[in-house]
């Protein structure tokens, strides 16, 4: 039988293609869309729906009177954008004093609370320590304990007269000011080694900066008082990353490790090229959370005396919410809130890039450059 006469039987026996659409898939997915209906939308009516309001807000010049959709408000288009990064201005030197503390923040909590996360979820997953359930629980409690309860306890601790600067007092520290002191840390020790006067800074130092703020302000570095919140920051978010970090660990294989051990591996070499690289997609969640977290910080700030000393501690969160809510310039706040909103996407975006696996990504190119194969009738 020639080969033409068996295709033509083969397409006689086969059933015809069904449409896509109908059937049974179909009918799961109506099913499925009826489900998560609901869900969409609550978040189209509350999430949707107020960030097209507040963008169009910030195109405004709106103090709170009157409706900002109903011609109660005069459009000015990015002029409140202009204000913030081009136009010299108080509200630009503003923006720019709470980039730059926030950068500062970010720079110090990320990095810390991760490595202490990950410190502890080691710790505790430990196969022969004693009492695990208590250290985890212990560790855990912070994250769990109000916000608001946790940064007044710290603000008594950080005191003049406080538990920190009585400790420091023990050593022969003279603890400093921590929530009236503006200087910055950086400042502080390049005094302290004789390296720059924090009364008289190099002039060079003092001009033209960049983005109005001179180059001084720029490497001043943290203020005293954003260094304590820094630390109660990690004390605080350390627990929340130490269970993601813990759950990851406990779901690495042993087999691996027990390969590794039998191989000569040391334990630093193991935790290395062994447990590091499994950890990839859970350190890139804790450093996704950690980055928006820390560029959205806002209570206490807010607690600890909102900005000072000095605009040392000011955020854009904060900021923002100061704009709208004290000085009543609405279009002003809902623009520096959507700055905050592109800032921490460019970030996110490009730790994804740079944590990404090069390994997969170099595997799917190969596959893809392979010459296909023809299947010859």
Do not use: C
Request: proline share 5%; charged share 15%.
């Amino acid at each position: 039988m020639s080969s033409t006469a068996t295709l033509a039987q083969a397409q006689a026996v086969s059933p015809p293609p069904r449409r896509r659409g109908r059937g049974l898939r179909a009918g799961e997915g109506r099913a499925g869309w009826l489900f998560v209906s609901p869900m969409v939308v609550v978040l189209g009516v509350f999430l949707l729906v107020p960030i097209i309001m507040a963008i169009w807000v910030s195109t405004l010049e709106w103090n709170g009177q009157g409706s900002p959709f109903a011609g109660g408000a005069k459009f000015v288009g990015l002029h409140n954008y202009e204000s913030l990064l081009v136009t010299d201005g108080l509200a630009r030197k503003d923006f720019m004093i709470s980039l730059r503390n926030t950068f500062y923040y970010v720079l110090f909590v990320v990095p810390l609370q991760t490595a202490l996360a990950l410190f502890l979820a080691v710790i505790v997953n430990q196969r022969y320590l004693k009492g695990r359930s208590f250290f985890r629980t212990a560790f855990y409690f912070p994250s769990v304990t109000s916000s608001v309860a946790i940064t007044i306890v710290f603000l008594f601790l950080f005191q003049n007269s406080g538990a920190i600067n009585k400790l420091l007092g023990f050593v022969g520290i003279n603890g400093p000011q921590w929530f009236a002191d503006p200087r910055g840390l950086f400042q502080v020790l390049g005094d302290k080694l004789g390296l720059v006067s924090v009364n008289s800074p190099p002039g060079a130092l003092t001009g033209h900066g960049v983005l109005g703020l001179t180059w001084w302000d720029w490497l001043s570095g943290p203020s005293v008082a954003l260094m304590a919140v820094v630390f109660l920051v990690v004390w605080t978010t350390a627990g929340t990353f130490m269970l993601m970090f813990l759950a990851a660990l406990q779901d690495i294989p042993v087999e691996v490790e027990e390969a590794a051990m039998l191989d000569g591996v040391g334990p630093w070499q193991k935790f290395r090229y062994v447990t590091l690289p499994q950890l990839r997609p859970v350190l890139f969640l804790v450093l996704t959370l950690g980055l928006i977290g820390t560029w959205q910080v806002f209570d206490q700030v807010y607690l600890l005396g909102g900005g000072n000393p000095a605009k040392t501690t000011l955020t854009p969160a904060y900021l923002s919410y100061r704009t709208g809510f004290n000085d009543f310039n609405y279009g002003n706040g809902a623009a520096i809130a959507f700055m905050l909103f592109i800032i921490i996407t460019v970030l996110t975006l490009l730790q994804r890039y740079v944590l990404r696996d090069r390994d997969a990504i170099a595997d799917k190119r190969a596959r893809r450059a392979q010459p296909r194969r023809t299947v010859s009738r």
